[in-house]
Every structure is written in C-alpha cells, then in structure tokens.
C-alpha cells in the first residue's frame, strides 16, 4: 500500500469524520452521515494497520473515530437538560408539520359520522340493527350518560387516558401499512354517528353534544394529530419525493416518535377534563368553557408556537437515542 496516496485520497473523509466529531449538535440527517463516516474510517484503518501497523495516519483517524465513537456510545446529557428543547422547539414544530393533514382527517371524521348519523337517524330499520327499541332507550336516557360518572373520578380518568394514549400509539406505529390509520378513522367517525343517531331519535341530541363537547374538543383534536401522523409516515414510504425511501422513514419516524410522546400530555390533559369535568354538576358553559379553553391552548401550541419553531429550522426530528434516552445531538 502507498500510504501517501492512500492517505491523499481519503484525506476529505477523514476531515469531515473528524468536523461532524466535534460538533456539539447534529441534526438527524448529520447523525446519520457520522455513523456512515464512522464504519467507513473503521474500515480504512483496519486496512492501514494491516499494511503498514502503527503510523501517524492511522493515529490521526483512529483519534476522529474515537471521538465519533463517543458521540453515539458515550453517555449523552441528561433527560431533563433537554425538556426545554422538547417541548419549546421539537414537539411544537413536528406538530406544525401535521397541521393541514390534521386538518382532513377532522374534515373526514365530521363528515363520515354525520352522513352515518343522517342515514341511522333516517331509517329506523338501520337503527334496530345497533339494538332493540328497549336498548337504545336505555343508552339515550341513562347509559350514556351514567357512563362518565360509574366510576371513580380518578380511575375513569387513567382508563380513558391510557386507552386514547393507546390508540394514538397504533396510529402511528402501524402506520406504515397504509390501510390501518384509515379503518380507526372510520371506526371512529361511525361510533360519533351512530350515537348521535341514537341519542337524536330518543329526543337527547342536546345531551349527546353537552357530553361530548367539554372533553370530545381536545381528545379528537389529539387522535386525529395521531392519524395524521400515521399518514404521513405512510406516505413518506410511498412518496418519498428526493430522500431515499430508507431516510424518508427515518427522518420522519423521529419526528413522529416526537409525535407520540407529546400526545401522552395532551390526551392526560382530556382524560382529566373527562373524568373530573364532564360528569362534574356544573354549569355546561363552564364545563364547555374549560374544554374550549384547552383545545384553544393546544393550537396555539401547535399552530404558533409550532410555526415559530419551523421557521427557526426545527424540524421535530429526534436524533439517535442510546438507551432510550441520550440523544446524539446532546455531545
């Protein structure tokens, strides 16, 4: 081997390798470049040991990877030096990208359960399949309503929240597959439909929407955020426009990891107003008033605090994890 010429012709790998080493942050796209550049320079020095043993090249890149090395196995800042940056910049921007998309799985939904609605409430015979006369008068004048107040205020609110936090998990890890975010879309908008439906024709319309409203604002906001989510990622595989089909998923799977955590807060936040507010014996404009106030704080925070974070270059993207909790951006 000519060392020299070796040396000259890995020479601008080795300087990037040992530039992207030092930098304190890395955006996702870079993290994956280090990691490249790393099993590439890993490989070369192997061939420089095997040729000519210990030399000053060799040194040299065995110092850059060593560095390199560290910014993906070394222990990373801790978790709480980096909420700030979570919650101020990375979950408001990964949310500002799923604005318009959120927005069509809300127009689908509405649109889907009131033609359901429409059509269960204008034909009795579509009606009778979802229960006898006796059945659904029983949910109209006492079930559906009892149901938010059966159990324990405390305990109704952790069943709630980890059965959407459940769901909004699914939607965008399954994703992918393309056909399941639309099945939970439909599922949900036929539920909405057909209970609308059912509480309409027993005359409780008015109970139905006063039920729904304080907590329904804010939960439905989050699980369509959720099957926004889920579509994006789908079409990032299909459509991955000039990234690799392989860096499109990555890159978007970690904003929307991003994603699934900020849900889990946002839909504790409905589970509470649920458990606590719904069944509360308030006045409904307070109780309303409180859902309002809640679904208006969340697109705020999507929507301005979001775009002002997008315009900043924040991307939503979460770099590498080792351990499920160093990032590699951290140094």
């Known amino acids: 081997m000519d060392l020299d010429a070796y040396s000259a012709a890995h020479r601008e ?37 095997t040729a000519a043993g210990s030399t000053v090249q060799g040194d040299r890149l065995s110092v850059a990877l060593s560095r ?4 993906f196995t070394g222990a990373g800042a801790s978790v709480l030096s980096q909420l700030p940056r979570f919650f101020v910049l990375q979950l408001p921007a990964a949310l500002y990208r799923l604005r318009w998309i959120t927005l069509g799985v809300a127009f689908v939904t509405f649109l889907v359960a009131g033609l359901y609605a429409a059509w269960a409430y204008s ?7 979802f229960g006898s006369d006796a059945q659904l008068q ?56 057909v209970n609308a439906a059912v509480m309409f024709a027993y005359d ?3 109970v139905f929407f006063l039920y729904i409203a304080p907590h329904g ?38 904003a929307l990891f991003t994603v699934a955590i900020g849900l889990v807060f946002v839909l504790f936040v409905s589970g509470v107003i649920e458990g606590f507010v719904t069944p509360a014996p308030w006045p409904w ?5 409180i859902g309002a106030v809640g679904l208006l704080a969340f697109l705020a925070y999507m929507l301005v605090v979001g775009r002002r974070a997008f315009r900043a270059g924040e991307t939503g993207d979460l770099d590498e994890f080792e351990a499920g909790t160093s990032r590699i951006y951290a140094g």
């Open 13 to 49: 790998e080795w300087d990037r390798l040992a530039e992207l080493a030092r930098r304190r942050v890395l955006t996702g796209e870079q993290a994956d470049e280090l990691i490249e550049r790393y099993q590439a320079g890993a490989t070369q020095l192997s061939a420089i040991k």
């Open 68 to 71: 390199a090395r560290l910014r």
């Open 123 to 129: 034909n009795p015979q579509v009606l009778a399949n």
């Open 138 to 193: 029983k949910l109209a004048n006492e079930d559906f309503v009892n149901y938010y107040s059966e159990n324990p205020a405390a305990s109704f609110t952790g069943m709630v929240w980890t059965n959407n936090a459940w769901i909004a998990a699914q939607c965008i890890a399954f994703g992918i597959l393309g056909v399941y975010v639309p099945s939970i879309i439909l599922q949900n908008a036929q539920n909405l439909g």
């Open 204 to 206: 409780q319309g008015d």
């Open 217 to 254: 604002m804010l939960e439905l906001t989050a699980i369509f955020v959720a099957a926004a989510g889920g579509l994006r990622i789908f079409w990032a595989w299909i459509a991955p426009g000039v990234r690799t089909r392989g860096l499109a998923l990555a890159q978007d799977g970690r």
């Open 285 to 289: 404009p307070v109780k309303i008033g």
